[in-house]
């Protein structure tokens, strides 16, 4: 569908048919995998931290933070209908797509 005309320089946001927190996905990729699996959160301090030792410079370390301050205060919570808008069929939740890759 996507080589049809009427797609050139749209953008799409694939989401499924709910937001979930990282807490939310983790849980639902254990349980496909069958493995337990954690969740771990860190301060910004932390990630800052972790990024300059690992030797990043300063404006990818604003930059990487930057996004995950606003992934936690929910930038990208996000539910569209760009998925049933382009395949014609609604989108699955989590838990049923990643119990299928397993």
């Known amino acids: 569908m996507l080589f049809r005309s009427g797609h050139n320089g749209a953008i799409y946001n ?26 771990l959160t860190t301060t910004e301090e ?18 990487i933070a930057s996004m995950q301050i606003a992934f936690i205060e929910g930038a990208y919570d996000i539910v569209t209908g760009d998925v049933e ?4 069929k609604p989108p699955r939740p989590l838990a049923a797509a990643v119990r299928n890759a397993f």
């Not at 807490?23 to 699996?37: C, D, M």
């Open 14 to 39: 694939l989401t499924g048919p709910v937001a979930l927190s990282g807490e939310e996905r983790v849980t639902a990729i254990s349980e496909a995998a069958g493995k337990p699996l954690g969740y």
């Open 46 to 63: 932390q990630l800052r931290g972790n990024l300059a030792g690992a030797g990043l410079p300063p404006f990818v370390i604003d930059a």
């Open 85 to 88: 808008k382009l395949s014609g």
